[in-house]
């Protein structure tokens, strides 16, 4: 259209954030930064004005940011439960057995009971919370063996663990050097039509994703062999830049493969590549179970003669004797749900190609950066802005409410899923929907249905054939049908913090307002309701990242090194596992891993929450916390807290209060051990050359010694706990 105005004066207007793309594809025409809905033409004055819309086909929409709002703390969140096996750093696996009161030196305290094999018991005073943390092992997986008190079965499973861990990054650091020294294909600078598809994008990038995408091109136009992995929730934008990336190969003459784990995947990767790139000559193809027969073959046969630019598939890609003319980048997205063999060929395809690895499932951000010079890792952990929140509520069983809740999802053109999580129980199920909502069309699976049966019933479902899917948790991950904007989770009490998450991040996926309804059974116990809470709770997208999602984390990390084909990681659990690999990655790295020592603090305070102030539910979560508060403004936040939740403190938790702003005094001075025995006796330990200062005219104010040791120097100081306070506060430490 602009080579039929070549007599016009012609202005393109755009949002003033995109003025430099606009500028870079159309150089001798005047931008003008103001955001128009669409274009006109002054015949007159011979002017023509087109806006981004008339160019692109599509509005650029600026996301709006949703401020998050605050909830339960996450610490609430990962309370350990009466029952619950847990793992202590020096001692093993046992079973919680709760929080019992005892008395040491005739001064009572908390301390936390820990049962192990052989009937054998541990308490563990509070001072010592944080060396227990819940187990975390695979999921589905018979429960761990106790360890027994006494022996060195422990101290032998973590340095097995502590090998394994050491082979594993060892293999990694060596795959890096050999990448960094092998030639790889240098990929051209972006090309005009690189910059249409980009400027394309109905959306504003997060600053994340420009990031990453920074990276991947980075990567892809040196001549070292591409191999980057892109962590990130589902929708935070994976997908944008691995089509991207697909387009940069393909504009130099180079065959992409995008290798998924379910027929599904395939078929929506497929959708929304050909949505994006559609308007290209790009051929995009897809090889599943579902492409068989003569269309296989043909398909084959073209992808051989370099006929098809990018093709989507599933394991076939792998196993159906696949010839590429001239393969030049792999995307493999959650390749740890591939099986052992298929992974061996992902292997041989890798060689001297470029590798770009997708995984929603998150990683810690500490293991992340301790990665940085062992994989190169890029993270997307900002949510997309503007997404409308998912309104959660959780309910006891009502036929009209549920009823409701469907038709009004059905009346506006949506789908709806289901969520019943009990094989035998589930065409009981479909018979009561069936009863309420005659007129829905019900498809049901579950993960025992032959996998073509299962595949074809949910391409039909996204293919809008049924109205509800009634289904198993077989939905958590792996599937994204912007139409199905309500779920139903029954006997949702039964299911962990992450395992709903995931399911209620099913829906919400387009610009529609999203339900999620928690069914709770009549007897579900209090921890459990206080879990669907805390999930109602925080309805944003991301919020799981950051609040719900530490169990994942960790098993993400599991599956980022490979720890499903190393017992390890099930034999000590996944968070010490995890731990062990961020000390051996920041080693292998060459950084010094600082033991940070915590100061003994024992001065004979009845010191803990009483039953009558917080109820037994709260009390983990509150001192594992505390415990981890080492700053004076997070424990006056920690204070305001507990006096908005429980009211005012009593004796006993002033007390806590004042042993953790000792600790906190006494870590930054170095002090190892604070001890009453009379007098307070403030001790150093001389191995770590601490050079004490005390500020002049101290002695005039308070009455104390000082006594150098060989082992440790100790102050010792007649006071009350009030000027012991304000003493150390008088001390400082030279540098």
Known sequence: RIKELQDYRIFISCEPHMRREIEELFPNTLVIPVDLVEGFILKKDKIAVFSTEDIFGVRRHQRRWVQPRSGMPIEDLEEITK????VHSDFGIGIYDGIKKINIDGVATDCILIKYRNEDKLYVPISLFKCVEKFIGDEGAPPPQLSSLGRDEWSVRKQKAREDIEKIMKELLLLYAERNVAKGYPFSPDTVWQKELEASFPYEETLDQTKVMEEVKRDMENDTPVDRLVCGDVGFGKTEIAIRASMKAV???KQVGVLVPTTILAEQHLETFKKRIGNFPVRIEQLSSFVTGGKATA?????SEGKVDIIIGTHALLRGKVVWKDLGLL?????HRFGVRDKEKIKMIKKGVAVLSL????IPRTLFQSLQGIKNISYLSTPPQGRLQIVT??????????????NIELERGGQVYFVHNEIKTIMEMKDTLMRMIPNARISVVHGRLPKRRLEKRMLEFLLGDADILLTTAIIGSGIDITNVNTIIINRANRFGLADLHQLRGRVGRGDRRAYCYLITDSNASLVSMRRLKAVANFTELGAGIRLAMKDLEIRGAGNLLGAEQHGHAKNIGYGLYLRLIEETAKRLNGEKIEEIREPIIDIRLPAYFPDFYVDGEHKMGLYKRLGRINTSPALLDFVAELKDRFGPLPKEVENLITITEIKIMAQRLGVSRIKRDGVFLIEWDN????RIQIKERTEKRYDFGINVGKEA???SLSSDIGELKSFLETISIAE
């Open 331 to 335: 995307i493999i997205d959650e390749e």
């Open 299 to 303: 398909l084959k046969r073209d992808i």
């Open 687 to 690: 191995k770590l050359k601490k």
């Open 393 to 406: 509520k959780v309910i006891k069983w009502n036929d009209e409410e549920i009823t409701n809740a469907i």
């Open 251 to 253: 504009m130099d003459g």
């Open 83 to 86: 029952g619950d096996y847990v």
């Open 359 to 362: 995984s929603a499932t998150p």
């Open 713 to 715: 120097t100790v102050i």
